[in-house]
């Protein structure tokens, strides 16, 4: 059964395997918005061609109720591996094997404070990727 929660993967330079593994499903997950990269030219017949230069596949996940060690291990994710625009696998649901492979759209990780709880916040955070096709 699918439970939607996601997990980060990727794996560094000396071989090493990250994850990162969230307790909730995303609070906004709007899929892939799909845009190409194309240039229009018209001849002097008024015919039109198109050269395509990439399609580009992005996609914005907010993350809501993260507590402090999942925006600790975020902000070492971003620090030390998206930040530097190196790509990593997004899972929709950790127990699926599906996957897509993607980097950081925006160079920052921006948390905001949603709840207060004992001795910290649960946190929010919008990460916004992108992929070529």
């Not at 892939?32 to 399609?55: A, H, M, P």
């Amino acid at each position: 059964m699918a439970h939607l929660i996601p997990k980060i993967t990727w794996t560094d330079s000396l071989g090493n395997s990250h994850e990162l593994l969230f307790r909730y499903p995303p609070k906004d997950d709007d899929g892939e918005q799909l845009k190409s990269d194309d240039e229009k030219s018209t001849s002097l017949d008024g015919s039109q061609w198109t050269v395509l230069n990439f399609i580009e596949a992005k996609r914005s996940v907010t993350l809501s109720f993260l507590n402090d060690l999942e925006r600790e291990a975020l902000i070492e994710f971003f620090v030390t591996w998206a930040g530097r625009g190196k790509s990593f696998e997004w899972f929709p649901d950790f127990e699926l094997p599906e996957f897509k492979t993607y980097t950081l759209e925006k160079s920052d990780i921006i948390f905001r404070k949603v709840v207060p709880k004992e001795g910290g916040f649960l946190w929010e955070t919008t990460l916004n990727f992108r992929r070529a096709l």
